[in-house]
């Protein structure tokens, strides 16, 4: 990382310049392209859960095709080894030594498309890399690029041919998020701008990996006051008490809300944390950390629905709701 600190103002104006370029491939999602932002500047992995043709594997090569950074694609298929991804030791005769030949998670944003067709052995493969930042072979520690970033694709759990995700694995994203249909008007907008050809092969960075780096270190300033952080300590407690939920909120899912918020903050333009920004960023931050009770499933509750209600019965910090 080279050059003076960012200010505040600065990054939001990335934001919304990087945001722009991705929605010239994403129609009609702002929201989605936002919070995809807003997780790389959190220094978080994302998780894209959709049914197939939804935009997400584009969502994810236009965030990678607007910096100026390595990536690389993995596509996940059941019969995937975990070398596969990592990389693998290769007896070098010239040296009677054995090298180590680095796999595509050597990348400061890796593509991995539709993780959940891939063994639980292969998932596991990213464990240490996603929550570290090194990945460990042959008794050596080899560190990840700086930024790095694993943004993952699946198909919903009922489709045919996919592995359910473990929990670790799940708590390791940052988000989950839906991209979902696009409305009559985007998807007209699709079908204008794309009959010719995917238009992400069209784009070209507007951000360079030092920017990227100077963005999350500006966000690492963004000031939380100790009412907010008792805040997000109590709607993470409230979900632990939930009678539809088998597993609450962890302490690491409370840290991940914590830096999810101050990115967003950021993004926007602000160098304080505001209740808000804790409000509108947790369904997509905890949902996927939480495990409901079989019958609250048979019933058609979703994890975004019971983060909402937890949200929403956690008393606002007086002094931020009057400021």
């Known amino acids: 990382m080279t050059g003076p600190p960012y200010d505040i103002a600065r990054v939001a104006h990335h934001v919304e310049l990087l945001c722009g370029n991705i929605g010239r491939v994403i129609q009609g999602k702002p929201e989605v392209i936002r919070n995809a932002v807003v997780c790389l500047l959190a220094e978080g992995h994302l998780l894209l859960e959709d049914v197939p043709g939804t935009g997400k594997t584009s969502l994810a090569r236009a965030l990678a095709s607007s910096l100026a950074i390595t990536w690389n694609r993995i596509q996940f298929t059941p019969d ?30 890796v593509l991995g498309d539709e993780i959940n067709r891939a063994s639980p052995k292969t998932q596991s493969a990213l464990l240490e890399v996603m929550e570290e930042g090194t990945l460990s072979a042959d008794a050596h520690v080899y560190p990840m690029p700086k930024p790095f970033m694993v943004v993952a694709t699946q198909n919903p759990i009922d489709m045919e041919g996919t592995y359910v995700l473990p929990e670790a694995q799940l708590d390791r994203f940052l988000m989950k998020l839906t991209v979902g249909y696009p409305t009559p008007d985007a998807e007209a907008e699709i079908l204008r701008t794309q009959k010719m050809g995917s238009t992400v092969t069209q784009l070209v960075p507007v951000l360079s990996g030092n920017d990227v780096l100077l963005m999350i270190d500006a966000v690492k300033r963004v000031e939380v006051a100790p009412a907010l952080e008792q805040y997000i300590v109590a709607i993470a407690t409230v979900t632990r008490s939930m009678s539809e939920l088998r597993l609450g909120v962890s302490p690491r899912g ?27 960023i947790a369904p997509v931050v905890l949902s996927h950390r939480i495990i409901l009770q079989p019958d609250a499933e048979l019933q058609g509750r979703t994890g975004e629905e019971l983060i909402a209600r937890a949200v929403h019965s956690v008393p606002v910090p007086r002094a931020m709701a009057a400021s």
């Open 80 to 109: 995937l080894l975990p070398s596969d991804v990592s990389g693998v030791s290769i007896f070098n005769q010239a040296t009677t030594e054995f090298e180590f030949k680095p796999g595509p998670i050597f990348a400061n944003v």
């Open 254 to 280: 409370s840290l991940a809300l914590l830096r999810a918020a101050r990115a967003a903050a950021a993004a926007a333009g602000r160098p304080f944390v505001v209740p808000e920004d804790v409000k509108n």
